[in-house]
């Protein structure tokens, strides 16, 4: 090979090597949760934090029994401190003894004490739909969890028909706790006697107050804080609008002023997740990441759950511009959050086959998502 030749060689080598080190990694999937493992006949209901230790922390319901809501469940959780990379071994935080349900793990990390909270319910315990509510905490980056506090005299306008979630709580630039949820008997898949509504705490999670439900029905539901403060409330609703429900508040959740439908939004019905990226303060971009199923169907069960699809808003969820499809196949309920390193990572139920074969994390990038049009 003559000097040229060779020079032309090492360029378009070069070339190629510069362009394999740029391109955008596709998303890489673990199974967090399998069915049918560890003595569990299905693991359902995720809800994903990153603590400020840079940790992964993935609750959910590890029912023992059978696929069904409120069968014999403990709550369990799995740990990464490598961003996802590998798990930690199962561990059981709440057991339910005998025919108990410990069900809608629902966490939120305080930035000003490090200590993780978990609200969580006995489900049905009072009796049908009406329920038992706990706090679990951790002081150690979620290595280890306190023994179940029972929240009923220690929350203002207590309802016991509330239920977390599902997903996660948020903690508001003020520093107040936010568990979004629901109250109201769900007597039938029809919907409608549902309201979502959320608690609050401002003394980091000793005492909470329970706001003022929604206007209109509505029930599993999660909450970001706005740019301007407000919080808004993305709501699962069952009453055949096949998009999703959204509400304002400008009081940090004691009362609603405003509710509507977002078209852009749509779903089957089922839960979905929503997070803040980032904000636009200092001369960045506001970004708030929503997932779901993305299909329309006007009441539960009329469309199956596949589709697993992110989206992108950069307008404080006035729009969603940016749609990607994550994963096509049976896919369900699910819990978003920003990683340490800027990427996006999501855990969700899915399968081959079904919906509950597995929870699922996977690890997409913001280019990935934008098509290359957008990046930390």
């Not at 057991?95 to 990390?109: L, R, S």
């Not at 936010?178 to 549902?194: F, L, T």
């Not at 997932?291 to 697993?308: E, F, H, M, Q």
């Not at 690890?363 to 098509?371: A, H, I, K, P, Q």
Request: net charge neutral; glycine share 10%.
């Amino acid at each position: 090979m003559n000097a040229k030749a060779a020079f032309l060689c090492w360029v378009f080598l070069g070339v190629v090597s510069c362009q394999a080190a740029n391109a955008v990694p596709p998303p890489a999937f673990t199974n967090v949760y399998v069915s049918g493992t560890e003595g569990v006949n299905t693991y359902r209901i995720p809800a994903l934090i990153v603590t400020r230790n840079k940790s992964l922390l993935v609750f959910c319901e590890a029912r023992k029994q059978s696929q069904a809501d409120a069968s014999p469940t403990d709550l369990v959780v799995r740990r990464s401190v490598d961003s996802g990379a590998t798990w930690g071994p199962i561990a059981t935080i709440f057991q339910g003894t005998g025919q108990e349900a410990m069900m809608n793990p629902c966490a939120v990390q305080d930035e000003t004490t490090g200590r993780i909270l978990l609200v969580c319910i006995n489900a049905h315990k009072v009796k049908p739909e009406h329920h038992r509510h706990y706090l679990l905490a951790s002081d150690d980056d979620g290595a280890t969890w306190s023994g179940p506090v029972e929240l009923a005299d220690r929350i203002e306008n207590y309802d016991d028909t509330f239920v977390p979630g599902p997903g996660v709580g948020v903690q508001l630039r003020s520093g107040r706790l936010v568990i979004p949820g629901y109250c109201g008997e769900w007597h039938d898949r029809a919907g409608g006697s549902c309201f979502s509504c959320v608690l609050t705490s401002d003394d980091h999670g000793a005492h909470w107050k329970r706001g003022a439900n929604v206007p209109f029905a509505s029930d599993e539901s999660q909450a970001v804080e706005l740019s301007d403060g407000r919080l808004m409330l993305n709501m699962r609703s069952n009453v055949g609008k096949s998009c999703r429900d959204v509400a304002i508040s400008a009081d940090g959740g004691e009362t609603w002023k405003t509710q509507f439908w977002d078209t852009a939004l749509n779903e089957c019905p089922c839960q979905a997740s929503i997070v803040r990226y980032s904000r636009a303060d200092g001369g960045g971009k506001s970004r708030i990441l929503f997932a779901n199923p993305d299909n329309s169907g006007a009441k539960y069960g009329v469309v199956k759950r596949t589709k697993l699809t992110v989206r992108i808003s950069y307008d404080e969820g006035q729009t969603w511009p940016v749609k990607k499809l994550v994963y096509a196949g049976p896919s369900s309920y699910s819990s978003i959050v920003r990683l340490p390193d800027g990427s996006v990572g999501l855990v969700f139920e899915g399968g081959e086959k079904h919906r509950r074969e597995w929870i699922r994390f996977v690890r997409v990038s913001l280019e990935w998502l934008s098509d290359g049009k957008d990046r930390p």
